[in-house]
């Protein structure tokens, strides 16, 4: 049996286009809003043409203690250049949790693939 995640891949965001960078704080109290922004293509802008481009990015958040990530938001590019539209990959959400966790964003380009990235949450009482 095949195992998707293997395909993902990650990196200094720095220096690779591709890797989702998450804004977020690092700490928050308890219930606070969290909001959260993802760019990717940061430091070195990926193109968004209608032969290369991102084709969607995701968050999720994974609770401390808990078995399988919350899909926090499910976000689509889908203007590549038609009529002279482009859309940027960058995407702005918010929740609010009572647990510490793990923020995890991915993003698919349609032609390097699948692309991870996560950041640590602490929630104080």
Not at 29 to 50: A, C, L
Not at 76 to 88: I, P, Q, R, V, Y
């Amino acid at each position: 049996m095949k195992n998707i995640g293997k395909f993902y891949q990650s990196g200094d965001w720095k220096g690779e286009k591709h890797v989702p960078v998450i804004h977020a704080p690092e700490t928050i109290q308890k219930d606070e809003e969290v909001e959260v922004k993802v760019v990717i293509g940061e430091e070195i802008p990926h193109p968004n043409e209608f032969e290369h481009h991102i084709v969607w990015s995701k968050v999720y958040f994974l609770p401390e203690g808990s078995k399988f990530p919350v899909e926090i938001g499910n976000f689509d590019f889908s203007a590549h250049g038609e009529m002279g539209l482009f859309t940027s990959a960058k995407v702005q959400t918010s929740f609010t949790t009572e647990k510490s966790g793990t923020i995890f964003a991915t993003s698919y380009c349609n032609i390097h693939g699948l692309w991870e990235n996560s950041q640590e949450l602490k929630v104080e009482a």
